[in-house]
């Protein structure tokens, strides 16, 4: 329903500002003192800083970092073998679902294992990625993660943002009992190597529900378990 509104001319208060101008000042210096005088809280964790008395929540970066959670998609990487060569077999299902086409692979077919291939050539262009995981959850050999927790590193040209196979090689290595090069062998492996990547390897998972049910501390039902409590949680507020 419209109300009515009095018609009514500015006094010489309201034509001169000055109250809300003494009063916008006073709010301003109010909050720079505060924040002048009271420390900025360290906590990393924002949401949890307490702001009665200073209201400045801005992080420090690079000083303070915020803690990511486990399922924080990072920098790319290719997950080595224990004989320091990539798990990758260069199927292309990474480069072919990678719905930005920033994955590029050049195939080569090993000498001693006419059947298996290994990538010649694997680049990922860092700026077009997005981000969003497909390649991992398409590899069937879990040679590429996105668990390194890094945010790509500043750079001046586009071609330092445009990985190799050398730089995306990282992290410790992984060995599944179905590996093929460990059920079939393979020439270029030495034999006592090849035992020992066999001691070292591990049962696939059969409870994996997603790309990061792989990577060493990260557990979905434990997620689950933390959702579940906030939500208890929040329901006895």
């Not at 790319?76 to 260069?90: K, N």
Request: include cysteine; charged fraction near 30%; proline fraction near 9%.
């Amino acid at each position: 329903m419209p109300y009515r509104l009095d018609d009514t001319a500015a006094d010489l208060r309201e034509r001169l500002y000055f109250p809300e101008v003494i009063r916008g000042v006073g709010i301003l210096m109010k909050q720079f003192l505060r924040n002048f005088f009271f420390g900025r809280e360290k906590n990393p964790d924002m949401l949890a800083r307490d702001r009665s008395l200073s209201q400045n929540a801005t992080l420090q970066y690079p000083e303070e970092r915020v803690p990511y959670p486990p399922g924080y998609r990072g920098l790319h990487r290719l997950v080595p073998r224990e004989d320091g060569r990539p798990r990758c077999v260069a199927c292309y299902m990474c480069a072919t679902i990678c719905p930005a086409q920033c994955i590029y692979i050049e195939a080569g077919e090993l000498p001693d294992d006419p059947i298996e291939k290994y990538p010649t050539k694997f680049v990922i262009d860092e700026l077009r990625c997005v981000v969003c995981g497909f390649c991992v959850e398409a590899c069937p050999k879990d040679a590429i993660r996105m668990d390194s927790g890094e945010h790509a590193p500043p750079s001046y040209t586009r071609a330092a943002q445009i990985w190799d196979e050398k730089r995306l090689l990282r992290g410790p290595p992984v060995s599944y009992q179905y590996d093929p090069w460990l059920r079939r062998g393979a020439s270029s492996i030495p034999a006592e190597k090849l035992a020992e990547m066999k001691a070292n390897a591990k049962p696939f998972s059969t409870v994996a529900t997603d790309e990061y049910a792989q990577t060493p501390g990260f557990s979905v039902k434990n997620l689950a378990a933390e959702a579940k409590a906030r939500g208890e949680t929040l329901a006895r507020k």
